[in-house]
């Protein structure tokens, strides 16, 4: 055996396969560091949240037994209100009968009362709807029932609209005025009209303002006035739909709408002019000659007086008037230059 193969066999005694083989655990990766840490984070997480899941159900669990507690408790004090009441109703009753029997009065009829839904309408929005209407929101010792029958006694549809009316609105085709009518359905008809014709200025005046609204005070200052004039149109609203308007006052508005309608607007500022501070001469001077008044003679210029003094409401609506034509000559402007109100 030569000395090659000797070293050989003896290097192969001192290193054996099977631990050739073994692999070493003195080093690890960081990568697999990262990945036994991340492993453990989320295990952690998943824990974490499986305890959270349980809290929230256990306390989503006990708020709705409180929920259906607080009801039955509810329910049960309701019941023994009721059940108080009609005792003692019946107790006072009971006593007025004797009471009236001694007294040798005969007894009295129960009246049965109509049921009526109370959950039918809302509180909130009933007295809303009255107030739309032009009713009383509540009369004195009024109770739900009873305000509710008198809203559906009424039986009055509000259009929905800036100013809501109960007034049938027409068609931009129908708006068209002329004259005031005679007869009592032709002024139904026209009241529709100037209700109408108002409405649609009003509604593209308010989306108008809407649409190029900005954080300045220029803009809010004219989209105050907007609101302003809208609920000073309600009560012009109100003598549309009861038909009392003053002739002195629907011939100009009449007039006014005519000549808006055909985008003349020069001719309509005349017409508010003559209706809101009147065309009778401003007497200087003697205004009367002898010592005798002639008789009726103040009504010799009654049609010239103007009616914006006459009461802060009519002047407030002929003010949006003047508001609704400066706005109509910007959304519909006239042919004529001519025409521009200044």
Known sequence: MDFASLMNKEISKSHPEAKATE???KYMKRADVEAERHGQYLADQRKLEKEKAAKQLHKRKREEEELEANKAREIKRTKLAEESRQRREEREAEEDRIHRKKLGLPELIKEVQEEVEEDDIKEEELVGKMRQMGQPAMLFGESHKQKLRRFKNLGVVMTKGPIPTSLELVDEKDMKVDQVPKDHEGKKFLFRQ???YFTMVIADWESALIKEKRDTFASQKAYDAMVQSKESMAPLFRKFE?????????EPIVEIVKAAQERRYVDANDGYL???IGKAAWPIGVTMVGIHERSAR???HESD???VMGDEVTRKFLQSIKRCLTFAQIRWPPEDIRQLMG
Request: proline letters at 4%; aromatic letters at 0%; zero cysteines.
């Open 274 to 276: 003559r209706l809101s």
């Open 242 to 250: 009861k038909g009392d308007l003053d002739e002195g006052v629907l």
């Open 23 to 25: 692999p070493s655990k």
């Open 298 to 300: 103040e009504k010799l």
């Open 194 to 196: 100037l209700a109408s």
């Open 305 to 307: 007086k103007g009616h």
